[in-house]
């Protein structure tokens, strides 16, 4: 499975201009923000979960990927993120394998 977890490019070189601009610092902020917003868009959801009314979630997810494509940047660590992503689905294949195979 390859995943990629950066955006392309010239995307890149958007992303890293602003991580020269604001500073590491003020994105690992502006993450930490960025995440609460998506929790209020997601409590929401679940208080009127009969709706469907996702727009502001997408936005929130949006700008959540973004900035963890940022700390990824920051960090340096794409190989080290997508290890532990095909570990934990790997993991959680077998979780439902083995649960299929009780049932
Ligand atoms: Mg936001």
Do not use: H, P
Not at 80 to 88: G, H, L
Request: charged share 40%.
């Amino acid at each position: 499975m390859e995943l990629r977890l950066t955006a392309n490019k010239k995307s890149r070189e958007l992303l890293q201009k602003n991580i020269d601009y604001y500073g590491k610092w003020n994105q690992l902020s502006k993450a930490v923000s960025e995440l609460n917003e998506l929790i209020d868009a997601i409590s929401i959801d679940l208080d009127t979960w009969e709706e469907e009314d996702t727009k502001n979630t997408i936005d929130e997810i949006a700008d959540v990927i973004i900035m963890c494509q940022q700390l990824i940047m920051i960090f340096g660590i794409e190989d080290d993120v997508k290890e532990r992503i095909k570990f934990k689905l790997e993991r959680q294949r077998q979780r439902i394998k083995n649960k299929n195979r009780s049932d």
